[in-house]
């Protein structure tokens, strides 16, 4: 088999999928993506609900159908996907150490890279829950793999940790195949999902949820048989006197999502520590050149659509780097998050002679109403913008339009709210 | 004045409908805001997605959904007709599963090749 490649994906789920596609439509002519599972699509493949495509494809989809539009416009654009392969390594020089049971270990010379690794679940020990280990705590994801994908009911009474957006839609599913969903308990005093989801997948099925609270014991030697759960105080602390037990025998957890980077730890890639991320070019190249980051392993994403948009970034910043149209850039501009922001992406904009305007991604570190979003440069407003609503659970964006971009004087962008 | 959230998006607008006043919606972005608004008050409905077993199948389940939004009353009743279905591979998405589906005008379809 060939070796050689203008640019290797590193990840078939939807980042993947459409940075290949990115690249290729770019001008990219050897395209391959290298994906562990048995089919691409990645986590889409277990996310069955509707509302995928609504801003790119303009409907409704669900998770497999998203991902096999995209899978369409690979194959229509004769990209390779080799599946049931795990890349072990990448080096500098853009050499990739792969193996799967067919061909055994490969070494794969690519003039670009993109990686497009997803994200992966906080677990029981990253929160640390104290209490028994009997079985029936799962991560909600693997919860949904077990039963979207392999078929098996994971539990009879469930209680949610986390009002993250994949612990909301598994209390729906888990009440539309039988279970009894007691109760989502959160620690913050807001939801971290998105209010569709609240609405659709809490209310609708009369599902309680507990603001401001936790889970302070687990109770079941052999298989769980009920949590404790306490109010907290403004410093998450638990309240004594405020415990109340609930019966259950499962409990998922909804806690939050890593964006899976060794590869890029071991090759040298500067990570951001607000997203666990890479810090990213404004065409999503990281610090070593020509190696490209997209999707949730740059920063964790609530909206596919917002994945499939940021990876055609990267792969057309790819095929460009392969192409050599690299322009002559006139300076770099940092870009930093402000008061009341959690973190922005990208992390530097490269000004070059013709310049485009720039989308700034960006989440804020709490719920807020009637807030004012600024973008300066040093003492310059660049840019005002007024929000009725801002939560965490929901990235916000900003376009820097061109012309601002050429004048800015200190080269230091903030992006701050004002409440 | 009835207040909800708009679940047609992610973006959740903050909707205030008025009964009184010929369901007029408010606080949406979109004109798709008006369209779930009136009928979040007047007949509320949703699109369901499941899975069935198939047999011959990359997997043991292929994924399923309503091809429109049913009444929300229904929802059990709608999940409850897949109870004994078992479905063949080869399966492409769109397939119907069931067909008019407790009386609506829904089917129950794949949403993925199998």
Not at chain 1, 324 to 338: A, E, L, N, R, W
């Amino acid at each position: 088999m060939d070796i050689n490649y203008d640019v290797v994906i590193v990840g078939g789920g939807p980042a993947g999928l459409a940075a290949a596609c990115s690249a290729k439509e770019n001008g990219a002519k050897k395209v391959l993506v290298i994906e562990r599972d048995i089919e691409a699509g990645g986590i889409l493949n277990q996310c069955i609900h509707n509302g995928f495509g609504l801003h790119i494809f303009k409907e409704e989809l669900t998770g497999p159908e998203y991902a096999d539009r995209y899978e369409k416009m690979a194959a229509d654009l004769e990209i390779e996907i080799m599946l049931n392969t795990m890349v072990l390594s990448i080096n500098k020089e853009k050499k990739i150490h792969a193996v799967n049971a067919t061909n055994g270990v490969l070494i794969i010379q690519a003039q670009a890279i993109i990686l497009a690794m997803g994200c992966r679940e906080r677990t029981r020990g990253a929160i640390a829950i104290p209490g028994d280990r009997g079985a029936g705590i799962f991560t909600a994801g693997t919860a949904q793999r077990y039963i979207n994908i392999e078929g098996y009911m994971v539990g009879k009474n469930v209680v949610i940790l986390g009002s993250g957006d994949i612990g909301l839609i598994m209390a729906r599913r888990m009440t539309l195949e039988g279970a009894n969903v007691l109760a989502c308990i959160e620690i913050c005093p807001y939801s971290n999902g998105l209010n569709r989801n609240i609405v659709q997948c809490l209310n609708d099925y009369d599902i309680p949820l507990y603001l401001s609270h936790t889970i302070t014991n687990v109770i079941g030697k052999e298989r769980v048989e009920k949590v404790v759960i306490s109010e907290v105080d403004e410093n998450k602390n638990p309240i004594e006197g405020s415990e109340i037990e609930i019966n259950c025998d499962t409990l998922l957890l909804s806690v939050g999502l890593i964006p899976e980077n060794e590869l890029s730890k071991e090759v040298g890639i500067e990570l951001d520590p607000r997203t666990k991320g890479a810090v990213v070019y404004e065409n999503m190249e990281t610090n070593i050149s020509g190696v490209f980051g997209c999707g949730n392993v740059v920063h964790v994403h609530d909206l596919v659509d917002f994945v499939s948009e940021e990876s055609v970034r990267a792969g057309k910043g790819a095929a460009e780097y392969v192409l050599k149209k690299k322009k002559s850039i006139k300076k770099v501009v940092k870009v930093y998050p402000g008061e009341h922001i959690s973190y922005i992406i990208p992390q530097k904009i490269r000004i070059k002679n013709d310049v485009n305007k720039t989308q700034l991604f960006f989440r804020v570190d709490n719920v807020y109403k009637n807030g004012k979003i600024i973008v300066k440069d040093g003492d310059d407003i660049l840019i005002e913008i007024k929000r009725a609503h801002l939560a965490p659970g929901e990235m916000e964006k900003i376009t820097i339009p061109s012309s601002k971009l050429e004048r800015l004087k200190y080269n230091n962008i903030v992006l701050e709210l004002l409440v | 004045m009835k207040e909800i959230i708009c679940i047609v998006c992610p973006k959740g607008c903050h909707l205030q409908v008025d009964e009184n006043n010929g369901y007029k919606v408010t606080g949406n972005k979109c004109t798709r805001g008006i369209v779930y608004g009136e009928k979040e008050v007047t007949n509320p409905t949703r699109v369901l997605t499941s899975i069935v077993p198939i047999e011959g199948g990359m997997y043991s389940c292929c994924t399923v959904k309503t091809s429109e939004d049913i009444p929300k009353e229904k929802i059990m009743e709608v999940m409850e007709l897949l109870k004994n279905i078992k479905i063949k591979s080869p399966v492409n998405i769109g397939d119907i599963v069931i067909s008019n589906i407790c009386g609506t005008k829904s089917n129950w379809v794949v949403t993925k090749n199998m």
